[in-house]
């Protein structure tokens, strides 16, 4: 695995099975980079008139039995955390250097998955905001980080670690100072968390319509889209009327929620690995008998209504949650996709949930998502066929990048 700074100057053609984002399936192809970029892309039969190196030279770079696709997109993590040990992450929070170090790995580690983006759901320290920074300036080595800084909650309810609580009269103020300090989306946790011990239960909504509709309003007038923590259909139902970009989670949202999204083009993160994956490995032992049949019971709903969306015609995002206790950055987001697989998604819905949908949740899609010439070269090479087989997504070999 390696990972290919593109630097200025330098041209690379890769030969190989070539997946361009779209939804049409993979072809034998060449994809021609220069300067950091995409300059051009011959598939199949259609000819290309740039220059093909002859074999062996170092400009050519052959991959029989490989699959070039755009990069992959992680719309939601947390920076802040490690997915090991909640308790020590926070402790790290007023270390700078012992925090930043353990960043630095699991920015490597998510870059090396083939994920050239991320989107951060907040912390409280503002750490995620400072990640992105540390990457912009090229301290550190990673994908995109968009930030949101802290996220919004109200006082008193769930999601302390995430931001400082709000009182009604402060959401204006908030969103302000957030913007102020050049956050790129906004993170409004609109209900508290899924119960583990009780079907079905999830903390109950933080704001009114009313005041998620000022937040919306207000992040709108300073450009930044809004992603929504909403679990249980009482909060996604004020969420999606609010007119939030993305609802994130969504644990027990009704079909009526799904159609209301598909209309208004509001996008589902669905987050299903950190359910899921308290039932697998060591976490398992964490919870009784019933505990995990709740779990189980849970996240299986779960991935039936991501099937069901995706047939209503929302726009899917890959989101990982990584950071939360049971996903690990980089290596939960193949788990994710597997979890799709086993609802029954196609290889191709999986692979353009993991790309182009996410280049869109995260307004980048002009950059990400897409092999196309005059776009930045964030691109991903696996062994095997993704496109026949989704697992081939855990065999990457290259992840090409622009240089800082
Ligand atoms: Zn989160």
């Known amino acids: 695995m390696s990972v290919i700074d593109l630097k200025t100057g330098e041209n690379l053609v ?120 540390l990457v912009m300036s090229g301290r550190l080595a990673g994908p995109l980080v968009l930030a949101c800084g802290q996220a919004l909650h109200r006082q008193g309810k769930y999601g302390s670690f995430l931001g400082p609580g709000l009182t009604p009269a402060e959401l204006e103020t908030a969103v302000d100072s957030l913007a102020r300090q050049g956050v790129d989306h906004l993170k409004v946790l609109v209900s508290g968390i899924v119960s583990f011990s009780e079907y079905g239960r999830v903390g109950g909504p933080q704001f009114t319509r009313e005041e998620l509709q000022r937040i919306v309003h207000r992040a709108r007038g300073r450009g930044l889209r809004v992603m929504a923590h909403a679990s249980g259909e009482e909060a996604v139902r004020l969420a999606v009327e609010a007119g939030v970009d993305s609802i994130e989670h969504g644990y027990f949202l009704s079909e009526e929620s799904l159609h209301r999204m598909a209309a208004r083009g509001i996008a589902w993160v669905p987050t299903v690995i950190p359910v899921a994956g308290q039932v697998r490995g060591q976490w398992r032992a964490q919870y009784t008998a019933r505990e995990a049949e709740i779990i189980n019971r849970t996240w299986r709903r779960h991935l039936k209504m991501v099937r069901k969306a995706l047939e209503m015609g929302v726009t899917l995002g890959v989101g990982t949650d990584a950071g939360a206790t049971g996903v690990c950055h980089g290596r939960g987001f193949l788990e994710e996709l597997l979890l799709y697989r086993e609802a029954g998604l196609s290889p191709a819905n999986i692979l353009l949930a993991a790309t182009r949908n996410g280049a869109a949740i995260l307004g980048l899609e002009h950059l990400l998502g897409r092999i196309e010439p005059g776009r930045p070269a964030f691109l991903v090479a696996v062994e095997g066929n993704p496109w026949k087989d989704i697992g081939a997504l855990a065999r990457v070999k290259y992840v090409f990048r622009p240089a800082q």
């Open 14 to 133: 890769l030969k190989a099975l070539v997946w361009r984002g779209t939804p049409e399936p993979p072809r034998e192809g060449l994809v021609f980079l220069r300067e950091g970029r995409v300059a051009a892309v011959a598939e199949g039969d259609n000819g290309c008139r740039d220059k093909v190196p002859a074999p062996g030279s170092p400009d050519l770079l052959e991959l029989p039995g490989c699959t070039v696709i755009p990069g992959l997109i992680d719309c939601h993590v947390h920076l802040a955390l490690d997915g090991r040990d909640f308790s020590r992450a926070r402790q790290q929070w007023n270390n700078r250097p012992e925090w930043q170090e353990r960043v630095k790995a699991d920015l490597q580690e998510t870059l090396e998955r083939g994920i050239v983006a991320v989107r951060d759901g907040g912390d409280r320290a503002g750490i995620g905001l400072e990640a992105k920074q």
